[in-house]
């Protein structure tokens, strides 16, 4: 008797095993790497948004012209200034931009090319309210 019970729960291992492999499967191929993908702007979308930032709706200006691309959004969270400006003076230079040392406390600027990115911080209402300002020249 003790032999049958040992062969059923042998079967039963083998055959859950199957599935509690898929479910690890997806977990690591699709939910955790969820997690740690990059969020982008809409309104500029080569610009990376901090985890703690959400983009304001309705507040994307964009005008393409064949002289070249303006862009303004804003985004707001629960985010101190010096996270925000750590963040993207280590992520922007990853993705060709290169930091203006002449910006202020309040204000960072990069240049890529002939496109200009300044990031403007201020607070409101116990939020940090960050706009980003894109423009694109155009090859004359």
């Known amino acids: 008797m003790a032999d049958l019970v040992s062969i059923a729960q ?48 309705g507040s994307c200006f964009h005008f393409d012209s064949d002289e070249g691309r303006v862009a303004n959004v804003e985004a707001t969270g629960f985010i101190e200034k010096y996270e925000l400006f750590a963040y993207y003076k280590d992520i922007l230079p990853q993705l060709g931009w290169q930091i203006n040392e002449s910006a202020s406390q309040s204000i960072l600027k990069f240049n890529r090319g002939k496109e200009m990115l300044r990031i403007t911080v201020s607070k409101a209402e116990n939020k940090i309210v960050v706009i980003f300002f894109s423009i694109l020249l155009a090859n004359q």
């Open 10 to 57: 042998i079967v039963k291992v083998s055959l859950l095993l199957p599935f509690y492999i898929f479910f690890v499967l997806i977990y690591f191929f699709f939910i955790k790497n969820e997690s740690i993908s990059q969020e982008f702007l809409d309104c500029i979308d080569d610009v990376p948004l901090l985890e703690k930032l959400y983009e304001s709706n």
